[in-house]
T-cell receptor, first 117, second 111 residues
Framework: GAVVSQHPSWVICKSGTSVKIECRSLDFQATTMFWYRQFPKQSLMLMATSNEGSKATYEQGVEKDKFLINHASLTLSTLTVTSAHPEDSSFYICSASWAGGASNEQFFGPGTRLTVL | KQEVTQIPAALSVPEGENLVLNCSFTDSAIYNLQWFRQDPGKGLTSLLL?????REQTSGRLNASLDKSSGRSTLYIAASQPGDSATYLC??????????FGEGTQLTVNP
């Protein structure tokens, strides 16, 4: 199946710093990438949807100025958490799909654990 | 707005039992339904994907069914093993490739 990677797998940062998380589709061209966050013992919540070359569409309640998403190529999307605070500590997971897929299936990355001190 | 509910929230069974996990969704206009497995601190592993036109999918000891009209899906696990212990997530895909997840069922299979 299609492979999606994330980097880093975990990161610890100080409050007020910015953190960039990369999501790559390794063996296919992802026309659409999705970013989710997951708090402990909770399910995944969609943060935003990004299409290559266009601005991301954010879900209600997600601050676009705080969570900057860039989908500059068909294999890479980045999520930057700006001025991170402890409440941003979470598990961030990306997924990718391509328009030619028969099922529009999303393929998920392994996630990035962010801890803000 | 699509809502996905999973029952039970947690389940503990002895090894060897057959078990059923339930998923229900409020909007039957879905493209597909997918079952995932998530181990603690890890990402998602896709188990089965059922297209809206399909009734069930099978993979090894797993069987997932879909009744779109009633908004229900079940994941059947046969002859459970301790290695099956994980959280199982159900997700439905609607317009724009949007996935809506349930809260998950935390399964523990005791040796």
């Amino acid at each position: 199946g299609a492979v999606v990677s994330q980097h880093p797998s975990w990161v610890i940062c100080k409050s007020g710093t910015s953190v960039k998380i990369e999501c790559r589709s390794l063996d296919f061209q992802a026309t659409t990438m999705f970013w989710y966050r997951q708090f402990p013992k909770q399910s995944l919540m969609l943060m935003a949807t990004s299409n290559e070359g266009s601005k991301a569409t954010y879900e209600q309640g997600v601050e676009k100025d705080k969570f900057l998403i860039n989908h500059a190529s068909l294999t890479l999307s980045t999520l930057t958490v700006t001025s991170a605070h402890p409440e941003d500590s979470s598990f961030y997971i990306c997924s990718a799909s391509w328009a030619g897929g028969a099922s529009n299936e999303q393929f998920f990355g392994p996630g990035t654990r962010l801890t803000v001190l | 707005k699509q809502e996905v509910t999973q029952i039970p929230a947690a389940l503990s069974v002895p090894e060897g039992e057959n078990l059923v996990l339930n998923c229900s969704f409020t909007d039957s206009a879905i493209y597909n339904l997918q079952w995932f497995r998530q181990d603690p601190g890890k990402g998602l592993t896709s188990l089965l994907l059922i297209q809206s036109s399909q009734r069930e999918q099978t993979s090894g000891r797993l069987n997932a069914s879909l009744d779109k009209s009633s908004g229900r899906s079940t994941l059947y696990i046969a002859a459970s093993q301790p290695g099956d212990s994980a959280t199982y997530l159900c997700a439905v895909q609607t317009s724009g490739s949007r996935l809506t997840f349930g809260e998950g069922t935390q399964l523990t299979v005791n040796p």
